[in-house]
């Protein structure tokens, strides 16, 4: 599990306003909180506090600052709740440090500050499905919410979920700009409803998923570093990517959803399990409908089981995509249940030939190239293509796991024309048909036979 420091101290504005009772507002429509010496003051209305917990009561624009050890926010309002923090930090251990009963929380980390919300609570252990009711009544992150919660900004805020995630809205969450750091027992950013990056920098290490939502997860820009224990970017619905980078450094699985489209960005996914993965369960258990949709950017996958797995279908259309793996034969570099397309974009993905699959989909329009080798290959050995006037279509050598079969497929393959591709000293040449054409023997394994025609040899190991 992971350990979760405590809050750093950071300086406190002078108050105007200072009790250690309550203090209420009326309205909330600009009101500065302010902690000193962990006492609370209030300069504005809409707001109060006993000790250290304050309740935000009226909708309208609160700023914090200071240090508030041992504390709690509670938003109580209707509409929209605005929270500015200015090198503020806030720390609880027997609750969670910020919850929102009622009312939109924005929350916006001033420019230059640098900010910090901690759930010093030990981390719950109870299985989530499991009958413990008080885990079930608990507020279940270090920012909590039963509305919605807006995060934008561009100061800095980390987060400490030490309890289970570390935040969560029972409803949407949004980030629009930012920098984060999360660290999180469970989740690290939770919407249940919909989870929204519109951009932001952000690292995140989960004991469990780092971005999570019981329906769709979109990332529209941003710069995402992940360490996770379980999914990196998970939606029990749709997981879109339209842009931005995303960087998994351990995953169990990558990305995953019923269905996974992506659209664009700069994608690098470490797993011991599947890189990509269309799966999961409906909210009402009917037959869901896998279906994985890459139509551009980026994507890297160096799995421990398939690269590109889809319970359906996978459809290419754009895109440069890399798989380097799996090294074993009993998972693939791209696995599928129903059909797998191209129509576009490029990929090279290399792995062991026991499970090895192409594509069988009839409406490909582009030709691939399965090539299959007589040993496996150690890394750093070059893959090269080159057409009949000897012109370099690709190569590679920044494979990281041994393999002895290879897949490619790009627009610059044309049907009809010969082609050479070697790995390290062997050398096959091709002439090309539409579709997926196959070259050298599968060695024995397991697994169904490979999609492809298999094409005469025209040229020995050399």
Known sequence: MLSLGACSNVGANAATISANVSNQGTKGSNTNISVDNNTVSINGDGASSEGNVITVSKAGNYNFTGTLDEGQIIVDADGDVNFTFNNFSISYSKDAPIVAKKGKLNIVSADGTDNKVSDKRAANTEDENGSNESSKEAYDAAIYGEADINLSGSGKL???????DGIHSKSNLSVESGNYSVTASHHGLNGKTTLV???????????????????DV????????????DDAVHADNTLTVKDGKIN??????????ITVNIEGGDITVNSSDDGVNAAGDTEDGSQASYVINISGGNLKVVPGGDGIDSNGDL??????????????????PVDYDGTATITGGSILATGNSGMF???????STQSSIIYYLDSNVTPGSTIKLT???????????????SYNAVLYSSDKLESGKKYDISVGDSKESVTLESGSNTVGNRQGGMGQPPQGRKLRRSTGRR
């Open 218 to 229: 979109t990332v529209e820009n941003g710069e995402i570093n992940i360490n996770a224990g």
């Open 248 to 257: 998994v450094a351990a995953s169990n699985e990558g990305l995953e959803g």
């Open 387 to 401: 057409d009949e006037s000897g012109n370099e279509i690709f190569s590679s050598a920044d494979q990281t796991q």
């Open 315 to 332: 459809n290419i259309s754009g895109g440069n995509i890399f798989i380097d793996g799996p090294s074993d034969g009993g998972n693939a």
């Open 158 to 164: 980390t987060v400490e979920g030490g309890y289970e």
């Open 197 to 215: 990056v519109k951009n932001g920098t952000f690292d995140v290490t989960t004991v469990e998923d780092a971005l999570h939502s019981k329906g």
């Open 357 to 363: 699959e192409g594509f069988n989909g009839n409406g």
